[in-house]
């Protein structure tokens, strides 16, 4: 038997070797971010270890897909649960500074064992068709007859999926069988619209232009994870890699790492050469995500004096998560690692609408709610 955790380690470096064949520069950019991370581990063993370990981060990737509608992110559900990964958090794109029409979850592993054998998670992002600040009535129909063309996730799959869920894994040549189809079903598609209507749809949300002019779905991105991200900036450089704009995220400072950093890359003469690489920190509580959220567009000087300098700070104030345990007598508190998505500017708190689990089938998880039971069940375990 194939445990569910297996399957999603392959399917994620199943993902990989496609999403690196079709855009060279993710390869480049894997190759930068193993070289940070050794090098990292060799200077910084305990704090690497901290982190997770030079093991997890290596295999460590987190994608972000679009999908046309509500039928293909029930379909997403089924498929995602049969590698182990859930809904966790809503994020409306839709009122972000530069308004794209899809409202997104990540699916990813819940349970703190499961992310510790593999952490793969998908940004997954569904497109609102009927929202009419985007789309009056006669394109909404277009895009929804386009949509309803495709045929995004066979059958084949879903009832794999299915059976991995219900079985908590797969026979060795079934589970073979399960991973090609699912990754061959985010392999990058020939574009299906003509030019004009491609040029239409894109004047109002290149996002929907990308959805809507497509056959099936595309991997948006697939970041590696690295210890220090501007390292890999300035050695992703050297490798032929032009940053784009800035490094989104907290800045770096003196203090603890919170939350996640990203940064975007484009190399030159690939159509599909844009590539992203994050770094992770501790998860913040809500009150620290709401200081985080004021401090978005401050600069470092400015974090040094109005953010936690330690992390022993950090907890007293009740800004960040952490896990205890014992170690002889004494109570050590460790950070919990942040396992979702950039927060400023869009909702990912726990009043996600109702028709979100609905269109899923299945409950959308707070990522609030997770970090705390977390954090609670180390707490009740080392007071007993």
Sequence with gaps: MVETWELRARFARALAATYGREVPAYDTLAEVAGAVNADFAARHPADAERRGGLARITSERRGAIRLGGPTELRQAAILFAGFGMHPVGCYDLRDAPAPAPVVSTAFRPVDPIELARNPFGMFTSMLTTADRRFFDCDRQRRLENVLAARTVFPTEVLHLAALATEEGGLTAPTAERFVALAATA??????????????????????????????????????????????????????????????????????????????????????????????????????????????????????????????????????????????????????????????????????????????????????????????????????S
Excluded: K, N
């Design 186 to 383: 985010f392999a990058s598609p020939d574009t299906a619209a003509d030019r004009s209507w491609h040029s239409e749809f894109e004047r109002i949300s290149p996002v929907a232009a990308d959805i809507g002019g497509r056959t099936s779905v595309r991997v948006v991105h697939l970041a590696p994870r690295v210890f220090d991200l501007d390292d890999l900036c300035l050695r992703a450089a050297r490798r032929g890699l032009t940053m784009i704009g800035r490094i989104q995220g907290p800045p770096a400072w003196g203090g603890p790492d919170v939350l996640q950093r990203q940064a975007s890359f484009r190399a030159a003469g690939e159509p599909r050469g844009v590539v992203v690489a994050e770094s992770r920190g501790i998860a913040l509580t809500p009150e620290g995500r709401e200081l985080c959220d004021r401090l978005a567009d401050a600069d470092s000087a400015r974090w040094e004096r109005e953010f936690p300098r330690t992390e022993a700070e950090l907890e007293a104030s009740g800004l960040a998560y952490f896990s205890h345990r014992l170690s002889g007598e004494e109570d050590v508190a460790e950070p919990i690692l942040y396992e979702d998505y950039l927060p400023v500017a869009v909702d990912s708190g726990p009043d996600h609408p109702p028709w979100l689990a609905e269109t899923l089938g299945r409950p959308v998880h707070d990522p609030f709610t997770l970090y705390r039971q977390q954090q609670d069940r180390t707490r009740e375990r080392t007071a």
